[in-house]
């Protein structure tokens, strides 16, 4: 929730009861001073998970090429023993 005055920012999050309330609504009060930083930091946490998630489906795709050569190479060694 963007508060246009510094001093009304300052108010909300000194109030304990205010700042319960806006956590159980999930609303995260800004400032003019705060507003650019939290946009930013948003936008980073979003690439950050963006890049978590590629790494978990390259990890699983990395884990089933694996279960398949060492599948395949179990295969082959028992046709060789035949």
Same mark, same amino acid.
């Given at each position: 929730?963007?508060?246009?005055? @510094?001093?009304?920012? %300052?108010?909300?999050?000194?109030?304990? @009861?205010?700042?319960?309330?806006?956590?159980?609504l999930r609303v995260f009060p800004? #400032?003019?001073?705060?507003?650019?930083?939290?946009?930013?930091?948003?936008?980073?946490?979003?690439? &950050?998970?963006e890049v978590a998630k590629g790494?978990?489906? $390259? /990890?699983?795709? &990395?884990? =089933? /090429? =694996?279960?398949? $050569?060492?599948?395949?190479?179990? #295969? $082959?060694? %028992? $046709? +060789?023993? +035949?």
């Amino acid at each position: 929730m963007y508060l246009p005055s @510094e001093t009304l920012y %300052m108010e909300v999050i000194r109030s304990r @009861e205010i700042g319960d309330a806006l956590n159980a609504l999930r609303v995260f009060p800004v #400032s003019p001073n705060t507003l650019m930083m939290t946009l930013q930091t948003i936008a980073l946490v979003h690439k &950050w998970y963006e890049v978590a998630k590629g790494f978990e489906k $390259s /990890r699983a795709n &990395w884990r =089933k /090429r =694996k279960s398949r $050569s060492t599948s395949s190479r179990t #295969s $082959s060694k %028992m $046709s +060789a023993r +035949a």
